[in-house]
């Protein structure tokens, strides 16, 4: 999943091992986000929303995965 932490960290000039220890996860977790190979759970993008000062839905690009979803499954979210 894309989202905004890592244009978000680098403008805060924030390392990963520092956002890592603001939510109480691994530097390794952030990296893996960033490179979007993993999806936070909803508990732990709420926190990192929080140390950015911004929606969990605008730090995971919501409305942008979800088109991109509905492209992958059609016409989008309503299949009949």
Same mark, same amino acid.
């Given at each position: 999943?894309? !989202? =905004? @932490?890592? +244009? #978000? $960290?680098?403008? =805060? =000039?924030? !390392?990963?091992?520092?956002?890592?220890?603001?939510?109480?996860? &691994?530097?390794? !977790? @952030?990296?893996? @986000? +960033?490179?979007?190979?993993? &999806?936070?759970? #909803?508990?732990?993008?709420? $926190? @990192?929303? +929080?140390?950015? *000062?911004? !929606?969990?839905? +605008?730090? /995971? /690009?919501? =409305?942008?995965?979800?088109?991109?979803?509905?492209? /992958?499954? *059609?016409? *989008? &979210?309503?299949?009949?």
């Amino acid at each position: 999943m894309k !989202t =905004k @932490i890592k +244009e #978000l $960290r680098t403008a =805060k =000039k924030m !390392t990963q091992q520092q956002l890592a220890n603001l939510v109480h996860v &691994s530097a390794r !977790t @952030i990296i893996s @986000i +960033e490179k979007e190979q993993y &999806s936070p759970s #909803l508990m732990l993008a709420y $926190r @990192i929303a +929080e140390v950015f *000062g911004v !929606t969990v839905e +605008e730090l /995971c /690009c919501l =409305k942008e995965n979800k088109a991109l979803e509905d492209q /992958c499954y *059609g016409r *989008g &979210s309503h299949q009949e």
